[in-house]
Every structure is written in structure tokens, then in C-alpha cells.
């Protein structure tokens, strides 16, 4: 996300000194870094409806945990990914994740080995969903 961008991300939402905070700014930062385009989307089409939720989507996850050190991000993507196709019912999520993922760094590969390994945690239908959203977004970026 370019800074005009964020900077329109922070003007959609400056309704609330909220949005001023070290936390948000950090967790924007991250959500850049991380999901792109795709990111700024979910919380572009949050702030109609729920742009408290989108506060806190961009402030816990992206501005406080992603944000940690211990893992790096390659690392904390690769077990949403993992946690997301666990769940079997979050796959627009998912598919945002898997974008994230091979935006830092996660191979092909790697992803549907992530598919192969749900198998044995979740299932094979859980796998298969995880699969086929990771399909999805291989022929979306044509790899």
C-alpha cells in the first residue's frame, strides 16, 4: 500500500482519534506489508457497515500480534493459512491469507504442502476446501 493510499485508508476512517493511534498506524503499516491491495479492500467495505470492527481488525491482529517479535511473517502466515483451512469455513479469508502468504515469501509449494498437512488435523474435506481456494489463487496471480 503506497502512502497516498494510506493516507486515504486514514481519512475514510477519521471519524475517531482511534484511528490516530500507534496501534492503528502500525497495524495499517503491517496490513500493507502483508495483504496488499487486498487488505486495504476488507477494510475499505467494513467501514460502511461496521468501521469499528475494521478498527479493530487493522489495531489486535495487525497492530499487536503481527506485529510481535518471534516469528516473522512468513511464519504467521503459514499457520493462518493452516488455522483458516482448519476451520473449513472461512474461505474468503483464506484466500486473502494465501495471497499474504506468498506476498512474504511462502512458495506454491509450500501452500499446498500447508493443504496436505490439514488433512491429518482437520480432514480431508477441510483439506480439499484449503486446496481449491489455493487454486483460486494461483491462476488469480498466475503461478
Same mark, same amino acid.
Given at each position: 500500500?503506497?502512502?497516498?493510499?494510506?493516507?486515504?485508508?486514514n481519512?475514510?476512517?477519521? @471519524?475517531?482519534? !482511534?484511528?490516530?493511534?500507534d496501534?492503528? @498506524? @502500525?497495524?495499517?503499516?503491517?496490513l500493507?506489508?502483508?495483504?496488499?491491495?487486498?487488505?486495504e479492500?476488507?477494510?475499505?467495505?467494513?467501514?460502511?457497515i461496521?468501521?469499528?470492527?475494521?478498527q479493530?481488525?487493522i489495531?489486535?491482529?495487525?497492530?499487536?500480534?503481527?506485529?510481535?517479535?518471534?516469528?516473522?511473517?512468513?511464519?504467521?502466515?503459514?499457520?493462518?493459512?493452516?488455522?483458516?483451512?482448519?476451520m473449513g469455513?472461512?474461505?474468503?479469508?483464506?484466500?486473502? !491469507?494465501? !495471497?499474504?502468504?506468498?506476498?512474504?515469501?511462502?512458495t506454491?509449494?509450500?501452500?499446498?504442502?500447508?493443504?496436505i498437512?490439514m488433512?491429518?488435523?482437520?480432514?480431508?474435506?477441510?483439506?480439499l476446501?484449503g486446496?481449491?481456494?489455493?487454486?483460486?489463487?494461483?491462476t488469480?496471480?498466475?503461478?
Amino acid at each position: 500500500m503506497t502512502r497516498d493510499r494510506l493516507e486515504k485508508v486514514n481519512a475514510n476512517c477519521n @471519524q475517531s482519534n !482511534h484511528y490516530q493511534s500507534d496501534r492503528y @498506524q @502500525q497495524g495499517l503499516r503491517k496490513l500493507a506489508e502483508i495483504d496488499g491491495r487486498a487488505g486495504e479492500q476488507v477494510i475499505e467495505s467494513l467501514k460502511e457497515i461496521a468501521p469499528d470492527l475494521a478498527q479493530y481488525i487493522i489495531e489486535f491482529p495487525f497492530g499487536d500480534i503481527y506485529s510481535r517479535p518471534g516469528l516473522d511473517l512468513k511464519s504467521r502466515e503459514i499457520a493462518t493459512v493452516a488455522a483458516l483451512t482448519a476451520m473449513g469455513n472461512a474461505q474468503p479469508q483464506l484466500k486473502v !491469507h494465501i !495471497h499474504g502468504a506468498l506476498n512474504v515469501g511462502c512458495t506454491r509449494a509450500e501452500i499446498v504442502e500447508i493443504m496436505i498437512q490439514m488433512a491429518v488435523y482437520a480432514g480431508f474435506p477441510a483439506a480439499l476446501n484449503g486446496i481449491f481456494a489455493a487454486k483460486e489463487v494461483f491462476t488469480e496471480r498466475d503461478i
